[in-house]
């Protein structure tokens, strides 16, 4: 990799809500073996671990009342984590232009809405349970994005800051047909209507596809409306322009959220890839304390990384 890859996540239930609804996860995919018996010496080790096949970042936002958006989201991010490692072949293969990822990418949010239709089907005060979900695949250089719903994506180079993807509203069809301005959009009843998510309802889905190419010195950041929705696209660049670790550029984001009244539950995820300057430059601003290695969430919970394990075709 041609730059140190920095990455961070922080979700807050904000100041309205009472449940967190919102996802998140971060993940390194790796090639591994687990060794149940041999005569040689591994040190105590009884898994070997490949080099990195890539990098896995995705917010999730729940929808349909506070039991079903928080089971939706949950079963989202279950389903997409196990269905890209019980794939995995696809991705090794990905590094020698083998696959065809866009379809690949596509087919795994099917999966998480046919396992959302499925649960909302056994209880009917569920049926409209649905999700957003914006997910990152990084192999360096090389970044996919796949998209369905109101979350985002942006990326940050140099002093631009460039949304991605495009959110799924009624309110951004109006202003992609010039029904509506861009700047009215926002403020629009139309912007919290969504016509393309995980579930909810529907058994149409059209997920989105993006591809560009990282450059050393980028950063990504993927968020739930809870933050682009209270605060400015200006104001996201000027944190993400600073000299802060991702950490704490999560931290910042999601107080501006709170500042502006915290409406809805905020989930933002940071990556950003360094060069050697920026690298140098941030190891002499960081303080004593070491960055926490725990993905952490709002109200001072911590989630230590959870390893899954690929499922064996026949094992019982």
């Given at each position: 990799?041609?730059?140190?890859?920095?990455?961070?996540?922080?979700?807050?239930?904000?100041?309205?809500?009472?449940?967190?609804?919102?996802?998140?996860?971060?993940?390194?995919?790796?090639?591994?073996?687990?060794?149940h018996q041999t005569s040689l010496a591994h040190e105590d080790h009884t898994r070997l671990f490949g080099s990195s096949q890539g990098q896995l970042l995705l917010v999730a936002d729940g929808l349909g009342g506070v039991a079903g958006g928080r089971r939706a989201s949950a079963l989202a991010v279950e389903t997409l984590a196990r269905y890209v490692l019980n794939t995995m072949p696809w991705f090794f293969r990905l590094q020698e232009g083998l696959v065809d990822l866009d379809g690949e990418l596509r087919a795994a949010l099917e999966q998480c809405q046919k396992r959302i239709e499925e649960a909302a089907a056994v209880d009917p005060q569920r049926q409209k349970m649905g999700t957003t979900l914006t997910m990152a695949y990084l192999l360096w250089p090389t970044l996919y994005v796949v998209h369905a719903g109101d979350s985002r994506c942006y990326l940050?180079?140099?002093n631009r800051l460039e949304q991605v993807t495009t959110d799924h509203t009624l309110a951004q069809q109006m202003v992609e047909r010039g029904a509506l301005r861009p700047e009215e959009a926002?403020?629009?009843?139309?912007?919290?209507v969504l016509y393309n998510c995980i579930g909810g309802g529907s058994h149409e889905l059209n997920p989105d596809v993006f591809k560009a190419t990282l450059h050393a010195g980028d950063t990504l950041l993927l968020c739930t409306d809870g933050l682009s929705k209270v605060v400015s696209?200006?104001?996201?660049?000027?944190?993400?322009?600073?000299?802060?670790?991702?950490?704490?550029?999560?931290?910042?984001?999601v107080e501006l959220a709170n500042a502006a009244g915290g409406p809805d539950n905020i989930t933002v995820v940071v990556a950003r890839f360094l060069d050697a300057e920026q690298a140098a430059a941030q190891a002499m601003h960081q303080t004593a304390a070491a960055e926490p290695t725990e993905q952490t969430q709002g109200n001072g919970e911590a989630h230590p990384a959870v390893e899954l394990v690929a499922e064996t075709a026949g094992q019982t």
């Open positions: 990799m041609g730059s140190k890859m920095e990455c961070f996540g922080l979700t807050d239930t904000g100041r309205v809500r009472l449940v967190n609804e919102d996802q998140f996860l971060i993940a390194d995919l790796n090639k591994s073996m687990l060794i940050l180079r140099g926002e403020g629009s009843r139309w912007s919290h696209e200006t104001a996201i660049r000027e944190i993400l322009g600073r000299n802060l670790s991702a950490g704490e550029a999560c931290r910042q984001l």
